[in-house]
């Protein structure tokens, strides 16, 4: 069944957005195409969009058990959720646990470094900048989140972290870091957005040693290491198999 009824407001990568007949709820839609290094890496993998619509929906429903506002509001199809109309704040927020990726290529950190306390890193959300990594200084140069919302942020993407990184060890995954976006809502709320699926989670699969055979995330597709649908499906599968044991 069709549920968008809407206009198309926003097309992302890997998302659309759509408007409903409720000027403060929009409509998310999950597609199947996968981009990486700023999509100049670009490919379709069939069922990607309903395994993250799944994936993030569930971890949603997780956040606002535990007290986190986010933008989820209900699942529509296998593909589509219903949300409420944020201002989105144009940062992208990583918290790493264990050093690997952008972070190992950029300083010389040892690859698999444990990371206590988790690190931070901020980075400006535009495409055509290549989404760069910010400094304290250049937040406050640029203007656009004053003090006391980006201390918030941060507090609650810390909150965040220990809520996965608890619910993933009880599932044998490893979150080894993720991207959060934050808007704000009609009523000036700050709330967690976008997406938390293994498009923008690395996650590692606790019962293998194998550093190749062990991930179960986008860097799959990252390093053209195939599987990537099993892979996701997998980590659903651990989710609505916790599901199932806490009803
Ligand atoms: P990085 O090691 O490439 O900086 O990525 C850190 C985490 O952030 C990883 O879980 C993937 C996620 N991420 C996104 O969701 N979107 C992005 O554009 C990038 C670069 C990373
Ligand atoms: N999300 C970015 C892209 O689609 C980068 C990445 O995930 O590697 O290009």
């Given at each position: 069944?069709?549920?968008i009824?809407?206009?198309?407001i926003?097309?992302?990568?890997?998302?659309?957005?759509?408007?409903?007949k409720?000027?403060?709820e929009?409509?998310?839609e999950?597609?199947?195409?996968?981009?990486a290094?700023?999509?100049?890496?670009?490919?379709?993998?069939?069922?990607?969009g309903?395994?993250?619509?799944?994936?993030s929906?569930?971890?949603?429903?997780?956040?606002?058990?535990?007290g986190?506002?986010?933008?989820f509001?209900?699942l529509?199809?296998e593909?589509?959720?219903?949300?409420?109309?944020?201002?989105?704040?144009?940062?992208?927020?990583?918290?790493?646990?264990?050093?690997?990726?952008?972070l190992c290529?950029?300083?010389?950190?040892?690859?698999?470094?444990?990371?206590?306390?988790?690190?931070?890193?901020?980075?400006y959300?535009d495409?055509?900048?290549?989404d760069p990594?910010?400094?304290?200084a250049?937040?406050?140069?640029?203007?656009?989140?004053?003090d006391?919302?980006?201390?918030?942020?941060?507090k609650?993407?810390r909150?965040v972290?220990?809520?996965l990184?608890?619910y993933?060890?009880?599932?044998?995954?490893?979150l080894v870091?993720?991207k959060?976006?934050f808007?704000?809502?009609?009523?000036g709320?700050?709330?967690?957005?976008?997406?938390?699926?293994?498009?923008?989670?690395?996650?590692w699969?606790?019962?293998?040693?194998?550093?190749k055979?062990?991930?179960?995330?986008?860097d799959?597709?990252?390093?053209?290491?195939?599987?990537?649908i099993?892979?996701?499906?997998?980590?659903?599968?651990?989710?609505q198999?916790n599901s199932?044991?806490?009803?």
């Amino acid at each position: 069944m069709n549920h968008i009824q809407g206009d198309l407001i926003y097309e992302g990568k890997a998302k659309r957005i759509y408007t409903t007949k409720n000027p403060d709820e929009v409509l998310v839609e999950f597609k199947n195409d996968a981009t990486a290094f700023n999509a100049k890496k670009h490919s379709k993998i069939d069922g990607k969009g309903r395994l993250n619509c799944l994936i993030s929906v569930a971890l949603f429903k997780l956040l606002e058990t535990s007290g986190i506002k986010t933008h989820f509001l209900e699942l529509q199809s296998e593909t589509l959720f219903l949300a409420k109309k944020i201002t989105i704040i144009p940062l992208e927020v990583v918290i790493r646990n264990v050093a690997t990726g952008s972070l190992c290529r950029e300083t010389p950190i040892i690859e698999g470094t444990k990371l206590d306390p988790p690190l931070l890193d901020l980075y400006y959300k535009d495409d055509e900048l290549g989404d760069p990594i910010l400094t304290e200084a250049r937040i406050k140069l640029l203007d656009f989140i004053d003090d006391l919302h980006l201390q918030e942020i941060e507090k609650i993407a810390r909150e965040v972290n220990l809520i996965l990184v608890k619910y993933f060890f009880l599932l044998d995954l490893s979150l080894v870091d993720f991207k959060l976006e934050f808007g704000f809502d009609v009523d000036g709320n700050l709330i967690v957005a976008d997406e938390i699926s293994p498009d923008n989670c690395r996650l590692w699969d606790r019962t293998k040693s194998d550093p190749k055979d062990r991930i179960l995330d986008k860097d799959r597709f990252r390093q053209d290491l195939g599987g990537v649908i099993d892979a996701y499906g997998e980590i659903l599968k651990r989710i609505q198999g916790n599901s199932r044991k806490a009803t």
